[in-house]
């Protein structure tokens, strides 16, 4: 009689266990290190991270903490700088979710850096937030990391650059804007028209420049670099810049401000020149923040949707925390014209 064989014949092709050792060897590093990077600590070099991690991915290794349990009812919201109208319209979209699921929000402030400074990361994963709202700046590759770790997701709100690749982002329809704002002084007849757009470097002053460019290249008018300026977005540079077109030979006789704020310096800096707003000149801004409601004679505007964009910056990432899988990476909102008194005819 033949010897009974078991059916269950072993798998010589079966990988060993994913292990903190079997990182630890791939990488070329130490089993601490890799307890490191796993737990989000500081003192790992960028580079060793980053290959750690890859590694981390390709094995598809599961992390043995569960991280959503240590979290806590927090929303962290994460600026360049706080001291404007425009942040407060974040601030209420983020707070209305953060409402709606019976968290607090903590704010913090990069104080004006585009990525945030080295401490700020021990911060929040000190605080455990469910996730992250950063507005304008976006974390670095080293910082992203360590809250990848940490399972503490990152969403950028109307970001300034290009994100991560893996860093969600909630913006605007910049380009659009910039195009309708500078169409609707086009249609009103001006020919000579300005802009004031923010930093070089800020891909959202960018686009609105382009789309600029954009309008007046398609009604057949050239574009005169002197009438093309950048500013900061706050209102003395919507003034300082006003001032200096003013004293052209040629002078436009309607100004496209790229932020709300641009455009109260364009007032104050007509009104010293002794010039009427829409009489002598028509001024245009973008964001349509209250005080373009109030302000005399009420603003034209593009209306960006801050609450509504912060609101979903905030969705997606308590949608990220729950292990949601999101959307498009990249989601840009709609802008509108905002059509009040301070656009006219040219005299």
Known sequence: MAPKTSSATPDRHRQPPVTIARIAAEAGVS??????????????????????EAIIKKHGYQRRTDQRATRTNLLELVFHELESAWALEIIQGVEQVAREHDMAVVLSESQGRRTPGRGWVEGVLARRPAGVVSVLSG????????????????????????????????????????????????ELGHRRIAVIGGPDNMLCSRARIDGYRAALET????????????????????????????????????????????ALGVYEAAREAGLRVPEDLSVVGFDDLPVARWVSPGLTTVHQPLQEMAAAGARMALGLARGEVVGPQRVE???????????????
């Open 31 to 52: 089993v601490p290190t890799v307890s490191k990077v796993v737990n989000g600590r500081a003192d790992v070099a960028q580079e060793t991270r980053q290959r750690v």
């Open 139 to 186: 974390p670095s590759a080293d910082q992203h990391a360590r809250l990848h770790a940490a399972d503490i997701p990152i969403v950028v709100v109307d970001p300034a650059g290009d994100p991560e690749p893996d860093v969600p982002s909630i913006g605007a329809t910049n380009w659009n804007g910039g195009l309708t704002a500078t169409r609707h002084l086009i």
């Open 219 to 262: 009604a057949g008018i050239t574009v005169d670099p002197e009438l093309v300026r950048n500013g900061d977005f706050h209102v003395e540079a919507g003034y300082r810049e006003t001032m200096a077109l003013l004293r052209l030979p040629d002078p436009p006789t309607g100004v496209f401000a790229g932020s709300d704020l641009q």
């Open 333 to 347: 909102l709609a802008t509108s014209l905002v059509v009040r008194q301070s656009t006219a005819a040219p005299a």
